[in-house]
Nanobody, 121 residues
Framework: QVQLVESGGGLVQPGGSLRLSCAAS????????MGWYRQAPGKQRELVAS???????AYADSVKGRFSISRDNAKNAVDLEMNSLRPEDTAVYYC???????????????WGQGTQVTVSS
Protein backbone atom coordinates (compact mmCIF):
# COMPACT_ATOMS: atom_id res chain seq x y z
CA GLN A 1 0.00 0.00 0.00
CA VAL A 2 1.35 3.40 -0.98
CA GLN A 3 1.52 6.16 1.59
CA LEU A 4 2.41 9.83 1.26
CA VAL A 5 3.66 11.36 4.49
CA GLU A 6 3.96 15.14 4.77
CA SER A 7 5.82 17.32 7.24
CA GLY A 8 6.80 20.93 7.73
CA GLY A 9 3.60 22.90 8.16
CA GLY A 10 3.05 25.43 10.90
CA LEU A 11 2.47 29.05 11.82
CA VAL A 12 4.56 31.77 10.20
CA GLN A 13 4.39 35.55 10.03
CA PRO A 14 3.69 37.34 6.74
CA GLY A 15 6.86 37.55 4.70
CA GLY A 16 8.27 34.43 6.31
CA SER A 17 9.26 31.08 4.88
CA LEU A 18 8.33 27.44 5.35
CA ARG A 19 9.45 24.23 3.73
CA LEU A 20 7.06 21.32 3.23
CA SER A 21 8.32 17.80 2.63
CA CYS A 22 6.57 14.69 1.39
CA ALA A 23 7.87 11.15 1.03
CA ALA A 24 6.16 8.28 -0.73
CA SER A 25 6.55 4.74 0.55
CA UNK A 26 5.27 1.30 -0.34
CA UNK A 27 5.71 -1.12 -3.22
CA UNK A 28 6.43 1.65 -5.70
CA UNK A 29 7.59 0.86 -9.20
CA UNK A 30 7.41 4.29 -10.81
CA UNK A 31 6.32 7.83 -9.98
CA UNK A 32 5.03 10.04 -12.77
CA UNK A 33 4.13 13.35 -11.16
CA MET A 34 4.54 14.70 -7.65
CA GLY A 35 3.09 17.95 -6.46
CA TRP A 36 1.27 20.03 -3.91
CA TYR A 37 -2.32 21.21 -3.66
CA ARG A 38 -3.95 23.40 -1.05
CA GLN A 39 -7.41 24.00 0.28
CA ALA A 40 -8.44 27.06 2.24
CA PRO A 41 -11.64 27.12 4.31
CA GLY A 42 -14.68 27.48 2.09
CA LYS A 43 -12.66 27.12 -1.10
CA GLN A 44 -11.96 24.35 -3.56
CA ARG A 45 -8.71 22.46 -3.52
CA GLU A 46 -6.27 24.03 -5.97
CA LEU A 47 -2.98 23.07 -7.55
CA VAL A 48 0.01 24.90 -6.07
CA ALA A 49 2.91 23.28 -7.89
CA SER A 50 3.71 20.04 -9.65
CA UNK A 51 6.68 18.38 -11.28
CA UNK A 52 6.55 15.40 -13.63
CA UNK A 53 9.37 12.92 -13.74
CA UNK A 54 12.10 14.42 -15.91
CA UNK A 55 10.00 17.47 -16.67
CA UNK A 56 9.64 21.10 -15.73
CA UNK A 57 7.76 22.41 -12.75
CA ALA A 58 4.40 24.12 -13.07
CA TYR A 59 3.10 26.69 -10.61
CA ALA A 60 -0.14 28.44 -9.83
CA ASP A 61 0.08 32.09 -10.87
CA SER A 62 -0.46 33.16 -7.27
CA VAL A 63 2.76 31.50 -6.09
CA LYS A 64 5.09 32.05 -9.05
CA GLY A 65 8.34 33.64 -7.95
CA ARG A 66 7.69 32.83 -4.28
CA PHE A 67 7.38 29.02 -4.13
CA SER A 68 9.77 26.41 -5.48
CA ILE A 69 9.14 22.69 -5.90
CA SER A 70 11.89 20.09 -6.00
CA ARG A 71 12.00 16.31 -6.25
CA ASP A 72 14.43 13.70 -5.00
CA ASN A 73 13.66 10.72 -7.22
CA ALA A 74 16.00 8.42 -5.30
CA LYS A 75 13.99 9.04 -2.13
CA ASN A 76 10.54 9.26 -3.80
CA ALA A 77 10.23 12.67 -2.20
CA VAL A 78 9.06 16.14 -3.08
CA ASP A 79 9.60 19.42 -1.25
CA LEU A 80 7.91 22.80 -1.49
CA GLU A 81 9.94 25.82 -0.46
CA MET A 82 7.59 28.70 0.33
CA ASN A 83 8.95 32.22 0.64
CA SER A 84 7.38 35.66 1.07
CA LEU A 85 4.32 34.01 2.54
CA ARG A 86 1.06 35.93 2.62
CA PRO A 87 -2.07 35.52 4.74
CA GLU A 88 -3.88 34.28 1.63
CA ASP A 89 -1.47 31.33 1.50
CA THR A 90 -3.13 29.99 4.65
CA ALA A 91 -4.55 26.56 3.85
CA VAL A 92 -4.18 22.85 4.35
CA TYR A 93 -1.48 21.69 1.94
CA TYR A 94 -1.73 18.22 0.43
CA CYS A 95 0.98 16.18 -1.23
CA UNK A 96 -0.18 14.49 -4.43
CA UNK A 97 1.45 11.87 -6.60
CA UNK A 98 0.67 9.67 -9.58
CA UNK A 99 2.29 6.34 -8.79
CA UNK A 100 2.56 2.87 -10.29
CA UNK A 101 2.76 0.32 -7.50
CA UNK A 102 2.11 -3.28 -6.64
CA UNK A 103 -0.25 -5.07 -6.94
CA UNK A 104 -2.12 -3.20 -9.70
CA UNK A 105 0.90 -1.88 -11.60
CA UNK A 106 -1.32 0.90 -12.95
CA UNK A 107 -0.68 4.60 -12.44
CA UNK A 108 -3.02 5.78 -9.69
CA UNK A 109 -3.42 9.01 -7.77
CA UNK A 110 -2.47 9.23 -4.11
CA TRP A 111 -2.88 11.96 -1.49
CA GLY A 112 -1.18 12.78 1.75
CA GLN A 113 -3.10 13.51 4.92
CA GLY A 114 -2.55 17.27 4.67
CA THR A 115 -0.53 19.72 6.71
CA GLN A 116 -1.76 23.08 7.99
CA VAL A 117 0.03 26.25 6.94
CA THR A 118 -1.09 29.41 8.71
CA VAL A 119 0.31 32.82 7.78
CA SER A 120 -0.60 35.38 10.40
CA SER A 121 0.92 38.08 12.54
Amino acid sequence: QVQLVESGGGLVQPGGSLRLSCAASGSIRSIWTMGWYRQAPGKQRELVASMPSGGSAAYADSVKGRFSISRDNAKNAVDLEMNSLRPEDTAVYYCNAIIKAMPTLRFEEYWGQGTQVTVSS
